[in-house]
């Protein structure tokens, strides 16, 4: 029910304009200021001892930046990234052809970490920790080790599950940073940078504030409404993007002054209308309101909770008095039952 305009996992649509927009370095990097602090004093002291940064895992929503913080450290290391995803790696010769190919000092940048299989898990605990690779060859009591050195590199895991992610592997990373929601200035500073990049012309702050307000606190969001806003304005007011023509355009997308869209609006009418506002399992909430389970906790539970629009307890979802109030619901505060 998506209309993926909101998403902020990345689409194919975003790859070439987050490539575009994406910041080189922690000074063109908006936000995440105690993340970047902590990265700058680990990247400048594995500099001054002439060794790798240690293991990293970024975790955290889609859209917030960890792909970008992979970058911009190997970056600032002056080293190469090379890029893979947990469910990209099936076998265990994926893994060794990928490890065995690293330079000394490079970082590896495995996306949605928590994917991983557990077999290939195992063979990865050795690689992170003493940097050797044991191979298995042949099958039964004929089988032998392999063991293959592998240079110093820098695994940099990105996940949207920590709490999928295994502990012995967890306990491999030498850093471990969450990455949160945007400020509302951070997001409207990520607009103006974003703008000025495709030379869109804003007419004021106020039209930034609008587009911020519905970004979800999210940068690749933000991105993606400031493209869509410009592409309208771009039709009806000749390239301007004002607070009218931004206003229409979300109108049109049917997005609200909260960032929320119909699939948004449909599953908290769902929980009130259906189960009195909860609380209602995952599973049940998904049959009803014809979502996947996996798309309602990464696409849009994150935010509903973020804004206090949605609660969730042991027994299941609950919409909130803030959902009420503004799908325009009127409730009992004491029973919690609809009128």
Known sequence: MS?????????????????????????????????????????????????????????????????????????????????????????????ASILTNLQPGDILFCDEIHRLNKTIEEILYPAMEDFNLDIIIGKGPSAKTLQLELPHFTLIGATTRSGLISSPLRSRFGATYRLNFYEQLDIEKIIARSAKILKVNIENNNTLKLIAQCSRYTPRVANRLLKRVRDYSQVRTNDIVNEQTTKEALEMLEIDEYGLEPADRYILKTIIEKFGGGPVGLRTLAAASHEEPETITDVYEPYLLQIGFLDRTLRGRIATKLAYNHLDIKYDTKENKLF
């Open 3 to 95: 209309s993926n305009i909101t998403d902020p996992k990345e689409l194919n649509e975003d790859i070439r304009l987050d490539n575009t927009l994406r910041p080189l370095s922690f000074n063109e990097y908006v936000g995440q200021e105690k993340i970047k602090d902590n990265l700058n004093i680990l990247i400048e002291a594995a500099k001054k001892r002439n060794e790798p940064i240690e293991h990293v895992l970024l975790y955290g929503n889609s859209g917030l930046g960890k792909t970008t913080l992979a970058h911009i450290i190997s970056k600032e290391m002056g080293v190469n990234i090379k890029a893979t995803s947990g469910p990209a790696i099936e076998k265990t010769g994926d893994l």
